[in-house]
């Protein structure tokens, strides 16, 4: 337990990676926490779109940028993005879709793998572009984007420390 508690406190967003693949037995590993999260009454409704082609991820990553207002890359040069999409007619999409993003996160910690949740995912999969692909790769409109996981070897200045937590984080009622 105190190894898992460690992983939870430590795990950091990483925002520059180097453009070396992650292995597939890691990649392999990080998939399977995800599809262990719970979710709303076990119906297991949301999807993971692993994405490891560049070309993919950067037009993913400039329809994010254009919602963001910026030209600068969201995805900060990860070389794999997993999309968590959820079916908007479960009325838990949101949350099955949200704790299977911490699964995957905390996962590649453990690993040794960096990572960070890139939001805008509901956005970029409502545009023109965004629905074709979801179409591509067999989603209904059903589906909505919760989040983007980038994961990869962090590079030199991705991580920054720890914010200190906040003082009034818990209210305890007795």
């Known amino acids: 337990m105190k190894e898992t508690l460690e992983d939870l406190k430590t795990r950091r967003s990483c925002r520059k990676y180097q453009q070396k693949q992650i292995k597939q037995e890691e990649l392999n590993s990080i998939i ?5 999260a719970p979710t709303g009454a076990g119906k ?36 794999t993005v997993i999309v968590v999409f959820s ?4 009325p838990t999409h949101i949350e099955d879709g949200s704790l299977i993003m911490g699964n995957l996160l905390n996962a590649a910690h453990a690993l040794g793998i960096d990572s960070c949740y890139i ?8 545009t023109k572009k965004g629905k074709a692909l979801m179409k591509e790769w067999g989603l209904s409109e059903n589906y909505v984007g919760i989040g983007n996981c980038i994961l990869g070897y962090g590079a030199e200045g991705g991580i920054s420390p720890a914010a200190p937590r906040k003082s009034d984080y818990v209210i305890t009622v007795r």
């Open 87 to 90: 079916d908007k007619n479960i």
């Open 32 to 36: 399977e926490a995800g599809k262990y």
């Open 44 to 79: 297991q409704s949301p999807k993971m779109v692993v994405i490891q082609d560049k070309k993919i991820i950067a037009e993913i990553s400039k329809l994010n940028a254009e919602i963001l207002g910026t030209t600068s890359d969201p995805f900060y040069g990860a070389p």
């Open 119 to 126: 939001y805008r995912a509901k956005e970029v999969f409502e």
